[in-house]
Nanobody, 123 residues
Framework: HVQLVESGGGSVQAGGSLRLSCAAS????????MGWFRQAPGKEREGVAV???????KYADSVKGRLTISQDNAKNTLYLQMNSLTPEDTAMYYC??????????????????WGQGTQVTVS
């Protein structure tokens, strides 16, 4: 069965950095696009970044230039490098599989499998 396990969250001061990881198992990694999502207290979950099997990435406007999504296909692992963090980045961060149409990834609403999340707190 599909399993996604996030790690790397924690508490950091504003301006600091964190690197999140998402270990995927139970399926052929390249068959899906992969995405990072986040949900802050009292807010709706939002898509942060998505990457296709060839490494083409797209970002939400709010994180462009500060967050970088990447993956190691050999390790079936997704990453999110987070720099210049602000308190507004405080949220639970989730990785998820997203439909891979071959010519591109599905929308944020087409996420299927989810990890349990990792908390990021910026003060």
């Amino acid at each position: 069965h599909v399993q996604l396990v996030e790690s790397g969250g924690g508490s950091v001061q504003a301006g600091g950095s964190l690197r999140l990881s998402c270990a995927a198992s139970g399926y052929t990694y390249s068959s899906y696009c992969m995405g990072w999502f986040r949900q802050a207290p009292g807010k709706e979950r939002e898509g942060v970044a998505v990457i296709d099997s060839d490494g083409l990435a797209k970002y939400a406007d709010s994180v462009k230039g500060r967050l970088t999504i990447s993956q190691d296909n050999a390790k079936n692992t997704l990453y999110l490098q987070m720099n210049s963090l602000t308190p507004e980045d405080t949220a639970m961060y989730y990785c998820a599989t997203i439909t891979n149409y071959g010519m591109g990834c599905g929308s944020w609403n087409e996420a299927t499998y989810w990890g349990q999340g990792t908390q990021v707190t910026v003060s």
